[in-house]
């Protein structure tokens, strides 16, 4: 059975189709800042921010952080967008329900790119199955 990682993963990389699959774990490569070329975005990084899962059921409900990062306020916003409709509400083989939880607009000081944190938790069967 994939991880609940991989199957977010999959998820983003097949529905959000402006981020040609640059999706990555915890932070962005090495080097990617407003002046990367423009292959480099807009991309997403990926955490697991909070995780409960229920001790009678084999049912958890993680919440992920998926950081939108762009160049520009427009570019961010607007992969944003995309990744709200892929996620919000989706449901799907061990899935019960994907829901948006929160999103803020920021500027990496490190990186001078506009940067979305967005939270969605995540109610899945632990066991797998459809």
Known sequence: MATIEDTLVTLVQTGVLSINERIYPYTLPEGTSLNSGSSALPAIVYQMVSDFELN?????????????????????????????????????????????????????????LVAIPMDFRIAWNTEGGD
């Open 56 to 112: 009678e059921a084999p049912v958890a409900f993680p919440v992920y952080q998926l950081t939108v990062y762009g160049r520009t306020t427009a570019e961010a916003k607007a992969t944003a967008a995309e990744l709200k409709y892929v996620l919000n509400r989706y449901k799907g083989g061990y899935i019960f329900q994907v829901a948006y939880r929160a999103a803020r607009d920021l500027r990496d000081p490190d990186t001078g």
